[in-house]
């Protein structure tokens, strides 16, 4: 079974509008963290937001949160107010496995963000 | 502050013909990770290095080899390589005890 599902190969939003782009996990850990990482055309990973699953708190950064459902098992990426630039690959990814220092991270396959001006 | 770096940026090999990945980063991280990136498959595990002198498989090691030259520098090996080895390369550090990787920009492999 998937680790990670991204079930969104592609979305299309309109500018200035907000979205949610998918995640759902399957882990039997208690412990584990829950990422969001960004990857432009120009192929690097860029980090935008970190949960971990003891966290109360949905997490935040700016125009990024986290919308962290532990029963339903889902982690979604919101971004409010898209812009241009938020077109890119975005990947969640999630750290099994507490143990120190093996911070290992199995990703998702991915949704393509299209920003329409 | 160059974070994680890596070189080359694009390779490409002939079947069988061997070449090592460098990654470095200066960040004073003790954990390093080796991740490939297949169209459609999101990015795998090969191999990582959670200190010094310590090395341990992902989720597809096969085929790789790595050092730990030092806690700076990362290297990957591909000591007989394979079409099947086209991908891009991405290295990542982050320190122990947190939970953010940091990625280099990749190096995009060739394998004919």
């Known amino acids: 079974a998937q680790k990670i599902t991204q079930t969104q190969p592609g979305m299309f939003v309109q500018e200035k509008e907000a979205v949610t782009l998918d995640c759902t996990y399957d882990?039997?850990?208690?412990?584990?963290?829950l990422f969001w990482y960004k990857q432009p055309s120009s192929g690097e990973m860029i980090f935008l937001i970190y949960?971990?699953?003891?966290?109360?708190q949905n997490a935040t950064e700016g125009r990024y949160s986290l919308n962290f459902q532990k029963a339903r098992k889902s982690a979604n990426l919101v971004i409010s107010a898209s812009q241009l630039g938020d077109s890119a690959m975005y990947f969640c990814a999630m750290r099994e496995d507490p143990n120190f220092g093996n911070e290992k991270l199995t990703f998702g396959t991915g949704t393509r963000l299209t920003i329409i001006p | 502050n160059a974070g994680v770096t890596q070189t080359p940026k694009f390779q490409v090999l002939k079947t069988g013909q061997s070449m090592t990945l460098q990654c470095a980063q200066d960040m004073n991280h003790n954990s390093m990770y080796w991740y490939r990136q297949d169209p459609g498959m999101g990015l795998r595990l090969i191999y990582y290095s959670a200190s010094e002198g310590t090395t341990d498989k992902g989720e597809v090691p096969n085929g790789y080899n790595v050092s730990r030259l030092n806690k700076r520098e990362f290297s990957l090996r591909l000591e007989s390589a394979a079409p099947s080895q086209t991908s891009v390369y991405f290295c990542?550090?982050?320190?122990?005890?947190?939970?953010?990787?940091?990625f280099g920009p990749g190096t995009r492999l060739t394998v004919l």
């Open positions: 990542a550090s982050s320190e122990q005890g947190t939970d953010t990787q940091y």
């Open positions: 882990t039997s850990d208690q412990s584990y963290g």
């Open positions: 949960q971990g699953s003891y966290d109360e």
